[in-house]
Nanobody, 113 residues
Framework: QVQLVESGGGLVQAGGSLRLSCAASGSISSFNAMGWYRQAGKQREFVASITRSGSTNYLNSVKGRFTISRDNAKNTVYLQMNSLKPEDTAVYYC????????WGQGTQVTVSS
């Protein structure tokens, strides 16, 4: 069992930045990839992912504004969010992208206009 704990959410004005962190209780290198998702309504949507080798993938609407990264030594995945927009408001979740699926508890991001 691996626990994922997100942090770094908060309230920010449009155009501002936040950095989310996802700390894992075990080795993130053991998973094929790690990802960030968000949920503003009923649907939870994919935001970004990073593979074990460092390849990244992004939701089209966040490309150029968000950057996912990982620190294997700290077993932590990050999501740097710049130029935030009100439509980025959501609860952001970290998860493993692997046959073993684990989710964090989420962190609220609120962007005011």
């Amino acid at each position: 069992q691996v626990q994922l704990v997100e942090s770094g959410g908060g309230l920010v004005q449009a155009g501002g930045s936040l950095r989310l962190s996802c700390a894992a209780s075990g080795s993130i290198s053991s998973f094929n990839a790690m990802g960030w998702y968000r949920q503003a309504g009923k649907q939870r949507e994919f935001v970004a992912s990073i593979t074990r080798s460092g390849s990244t993938n992004y939701l089209n609407s966040v490309k150029g504004r968000f950057t996912i990264s990982r620190d294997n030594a700290k077993n932590t995945v990050y999501l740097q969010m710049n130029s935030l927009k009100p439509e980025d408001t959501a609860v952001y979740y970290c998860r493993t992208l692997d046959i073993r699926i684990y989710w964090g508890q989420g962190t609220q991001v609120t962007v005011s206009s």
